[in-house]
């Protein structure tokens, strides 16, 4: 396990999101279009076993529950055939469990996905704000300031993604990022 910092360029302030087609755990196939009913979209690069992603669900489940006008949705593209625990079984497990609760949880089978999006970690979460049902990036960083999976944020879990949120659903523009998400790098394929 590698601790990386998400520093992506790939996708700027403004920039729309790319789009996708993916299998959900729940048997569904999900598209940005699927979505356009919600004023915001937080798209989380994540996945079942790193330990920075884990330490992260409580605040993605918690921006699902708390905010119903912002979808939230995790993508797993690591490679599983190395890392078996990222499975879509695996993933499905961690939805019945109750481990992960968000509007979707979708595999990236192919990493296309992560790729245009720029992703390099997990979790890495991009929020994009629905401007006329296209999805523009308004904040690409963190969910808070605890670095580690131990660590306790200085405020409540996700505060950093919840103010931009919170802005965001407000009319306002995010503040700048405070700092590049931190995790597992994505497991690539060769």
């Known amino acids: 396990m ?9 996708l700027d302030h403004g920039d729309q999101a790319p789009g996708f087609e993916l299998d959900g755990t729940d048997g569904e ?3 940005l279009g699927d979505f356009d009913d919600h004023e915001a979209l937080l798209v989380v690069f994540t996945c079942n076993h790193c330990p920075y992603a884990q330490a992260k669900f409580g605040a993605m489940n918690d921006i699902a529950d708390e905010y119903g006008e912002v979808a939230v949705v995790g993508i797993n593209p690591n490679n599983a055939e190395e890392y078996p625990e990222d499975s879509f079984e695996t993933m499905v497990e961690y939805v019945e469990s109750g481990d992960i609760d968000i509007t979707a949880y979708l595999r990236d089978e192919s990493q296309e996905v992560a790729e245009a999006y720029g992703a390099v970690c ?3 979460p991009f929020l994009f704000e629905n401007d006329d049902d296209v999805f523009r990036l308004v904040y690409h960083g963190r969910f808070d300031d605890a670095m580690t999976p ?7 879990p996700g505060f950093e993604i919840k103010d931009a949120i919170d802005s965001v659903l407000a ?3 995010p503040e700048d990022e405070r700092g590049p998400s931190r995790g597992c790098s994505i497991k690539w394929r060769n």
């Open 2 to 10: 590698v601790a990386l910092e998400s520093e992506s360029d790939k």
């Open 122 to 124: 997990t979790p890495d």
């Open 29 to 31: 196939t999900y598209s």
């Open 171 to 173: 009319g306002g523009d």
């Open 150 to 156: 131990d660590e306790e944020p200085s405020g409540e």
